[in-house]
């Protein structure tokens, strides 16, 4: 029979529901200002007055917004869910020429952009008529003011359903264009659930969430379950990242969970500031966007005790498809070494071969996830849907296995793989154990072509400060340790790997920086 209902819950109710219950705790924090739930609020209330009264905003539209993380960002967001508006948001690190493609491909009705892009908000001025500024300027609509002009208004909470749009989640864009996933109200209502049962359980508003990342992505879904349960949000007030403020702020708010990829993680662990404040109240760091390194699991953990989360996803799944609790991170021993975890609660995950067939434990193939926080599909894509979906299966496109435990483990990306005289190579088992070399720090192994081997693997390493290795170190370190045949025949030595805008380090970044040089010695 038909479904009775497919309503879902409003993201929006959250922030209700903590005014009611925690008028004067606090809920944002940023720099030295504090907003309490019940001016939190208000404010949105306000701007999703103004959103439907002034911009004339309806359920569907889509709002592209451009700007680093601030209070207006996190407001606007649940404005955006409270009238029924879809949230757009962008990396605010790319190039106007990259938002004004978002602009197109979003058909995005109105934009909220901060001051510090003007060229971003030229760019787009041609495809959305209207745009909203934050911190002032003379290219839009001040949105302070505008909050200010409706403080006191009410706006009712959009009726949503299960499957109606709350917020375009932008791939990476590694390869080819960014796709736009398409959320749900109702698959975020499970998303914000599962984050609370499977990462952060017992949170409740005693406790106390750091943003270290951009709200635009994983962070703002992270803060999601934060608001769900009252607790309050604290944003740095530096604009680039300043690891002596974190632990500041660490120690000055209680803070018990921030969420983090495993680059920044381990930035703020090796930095002398740790040592300089008490961390003590952290229960979860959690990590996620990139496998972390053994080397660096056992360095953080030293370093902060028993906190590490570890969650294996995509921005299609909203991270939801495996969990790593702190009780199974251990920094002795090799028990599943190199384990992402378990599939999340709710979620049903298979390693599945290039037919769709599930394969014995142990063997290597495709992560395949489904369940109710897989994505609604790519906005006006249906040819990345087709690639992305096999028989109701969202296809990760990562390689990997599961044990006979069902605890699974990440190869590599399907596109990492390389073919070197005619065997397949990940390089995930290799970076593992460069790493362990006490003076690499960071490192990236990939295929190169070559006229003798099809491929070549190719190792570019980062030296720990004050020190140097040659190829011959590294060689000489991975014997024993790797087949000969899997070892790279090629080391470069740099003093950074390039990163994306959310920290993380990608193949194809690597792949252009090395291009780069070549040209240039040719």
Known sequence: MPPVSTRAV???????????RHAERPALAWGDTVWT????????????????????????DRILIQSANCNQMFEAMFACFRVGAVWVPANYRGMPD?????????????????????DHAAACASQIGQTIVIGGADFGNDYDAIVARHLGQSQPLANVERDDPCWFFFTSGTTGMPKAAVLTHGQMGFVVTNHLCDLMPGTTQNDASLVIAPL?????????????????????????????????????????????????LKMLVEDPSVSDHDH???????????????????????????????YFGL?????????????????????????????????????????GREVAPMETGELCVCGPAVFAGYWNNPDANKKAFRDGWFRTGDLGHMDEDGFFYLTGRASDMYISGGSN????????????????????????????WGEIGAAVCVCRAGTSLSAADITKWLDGKVARYKQPKRFMFWDTLPKSGYGKITKKLVRDEIDRRDRQHT
């Open 425 to 452: 190579i990940y390089p995930r088992e290799i970076e593992e154990k460069i790493l362990l070399h006490p003076d690499v720090t960071e490192v990236a192994v990939l295929g190169l072509p070559d006229e003798k």
């Open 315 to 355: 921005g299609e799944v909203t991270g939801n498809i495996t969990v790593l609790p702190p009780a199974l991170h251990e920094t002795e021993g090799d028990l599943r070494l190199g384990t992402c975890g378990f599939a999340r609660t709710g979620m049903q995950v298979q390693v599945q071969d290039d037919t």
């Open 98 to 118: 990259e938002l004004a493609w978002l602009a197109v491909s979003s058909g995005a009705k109105l934009m909220i952009c901060q001051a510090a892009f003007p």
């Open 10 to 20: 409003n993201l929006a109710h959250f922030v209700d529901q903590a005014a009611r």
């Open 280 to 310: 003590s109240s952290l229960r979860y760091v959690i990590y996620a966007g990139a496998p972390m390194y053994r080397a660096d699991q056992i360095k953080a953990l030293e370093t902060l005790g028993p906190v590490l989360v570890q």
């Open 37 to 60: 739930w019940q001016v939190f609020s208000a404010r949105v209330n306000a701007f999703a007055h103004a959103l439907v009264e002034e911009f004339g905003i309806r359920k569907g």
């Open 216 to 264: 635009s992505h994983g962070a703002g879904v992270h803060q999601l379950g934060q608001v769900a349960r009252g607790a309050v949000t604290i944003l740095p007030g530096s604009d680039s990242m300043d690891i002596a403020e974190i632990w500041t702020l660490v120690e000055k708010w209680r803070v018990t969970n921030m969420f983090t990829v495993p680059t920044i």
